[in-house]
Structures are given as structure tokens and as C-alpha cells.
């Protein structure tokens, strides 16, 4: 499959990323017992993830989408990482975080550290894929689908450059 001036091949097919879809949902659904969770999922990569994991929770539980932006700021990591679209307090709440990938871990490290400062009661973080070669900030990573190797992917929600987000499979960088 070609993206702008790239080429994929298959990677992760439909079936396969339901199926685990639905176990990491289980996992979840077991994990919450008795709690009532806010799912936060984190665009725009995470859209399609988001909604197939969000259709096999079973806990009474709300979802809520966020885009992250990053911007050079004046802290010792130099990257200030704001939330557009969060307007729920999350005080004393269980938040999820939904997330398509997680390659160096810096917008996910960065960003639960602005979470912790609104005190919730805790804060998971749900990827579909994780790059463990290419982790630069260490990360607590209680749901990952599927761990890959340290190479592009693109579909399900993922991209290239904005395109290519629309297949039900992921595709590989084929070099
Ligand atoms: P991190 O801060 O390096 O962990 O960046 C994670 C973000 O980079 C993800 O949310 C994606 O938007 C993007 N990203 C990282 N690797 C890939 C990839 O292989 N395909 C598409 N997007 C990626
Ligand atoms: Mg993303």
C-alpha cells in the first residue's frame, strides 16, 4: 500500500487487532470492578482504538476526547504539553488514557505529570502499540495491545504526514 511517497506492507491485520482489542478490554472491565472510570482518549490517532476498546467496556465508565499540543516552553524538559478539550474536573477520578502509540514516551510522560497536578484518584494508560526500543522516558504502561519494532506504522488511526488513517489494518514501513 502506497502513503504520499512511501510504501507499506501489512502488518497487523483486522482480526488480529480485535482480538486483542477485546482481551485488553476484559483486562479493564476486571481491573474496574466496582470503580467508574473516565476514558480519555487522545486524538487524533487514537479515534478508531478508542472506539472499538470503548464498545467492550462493561464498567459504568465515561469517554472523553482531548488533543495534545506541544510548544516550547520555559521548563527544564523545554516542551510545555497543554490538553485541548479537557473541561471534565478530574479530581478523585480513575482516568484511562487512551492512546494509538507510544514511541519515546515524552508527550505521555509530560502529559500525565499536567494530569497529576488536577489530583485524580489514579491514572492508567491504555496504547494500542508501544515502541520498547525507541522509549526515551521511562513509563508506567498498564494496557499495551502490542508491543513493535522500532519501525513507521500507519492505519487504524495512525498516519503519515495526515494520511493514511483510514484502514481497518496497520501497515509497516516496508524498507
Ligand atoms: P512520543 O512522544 O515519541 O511517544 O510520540 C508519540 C506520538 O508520535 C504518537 O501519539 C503518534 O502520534 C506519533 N507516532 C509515533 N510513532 C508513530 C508511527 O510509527 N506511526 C504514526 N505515528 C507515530
Ligand atoms: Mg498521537
Redesign the pocket.
Known amino acids: 500500500m502506497n502513503v504520499l511517497d512511501k510504501t507499506f506492507r501489512p502488518f497487523l491485520s483486522a482480526e488480529v487487532l480485535n482480538e486483542r482489542i477485546k482481551e485488553l478490554a476484559t483486562q479493564i472491565n476486571k481491573d474496574y470492578i466496582g470503580k467508574n472510570p473516565i476514558f480519555i482518549g487522545?486524538l487524533?490517532?487514537?479515534f478508531m482504538f478508542a472506539s472499538d476498546l470503548y464498545k467492550n467496556i462493561t464498567v459504568p465508565s465515561t469517554i472523553s476526547f482531548i488533543k495534545l499540543v506541544s510548544y516550547k516552553g520555559t521548563t527544564s524538559t523545554g516542551t510545555v504539553i497543554t490538553a485541548i478539550g479537557l473541561e471534565e474536573d478530574l479530581s478523585d477520578k480513575d482516568v484511562i488514557l487512551i492512546?494509538?502509540?507510544?514511541?519515546?514516551?515524552?508527550?505521555?510522560?509530560e502529559f500525565v505529570a499536567t494530569l497529576h497536578k488536577q489530583s485524580p484518584a489514579s491514572i492508567q494508560i491504555c496504547t494500542l502499540?508501544h515502541?520498547p526500543e525507541?522509549?526515551?522516558?521511562p513509563l508506567d504502561l498498564k494496557y499495551v495491545g502490542f508491543e513493535i519494532p522500532n519501525?513507521?506504522?500507519?492505519g487504524y488511526g495512525?498516519?503519515?504526514d495526515g494520511f493514511g488513517r483510514n484502514s481497518q489494518e496497520i501497515f509497516q514501513?516496508d524498507e
Open positions: 487522545i487524533n490517532g487514537s492512546e494509538d502509540i507510544v514511541d519515546t514516551g515524552k508527550t505521555m510522560k502499540l515502541k525507541a522509549l526515551q522516558h519501525k513507521f506504522v500507519v495512525l498516519d503519515y514501513l
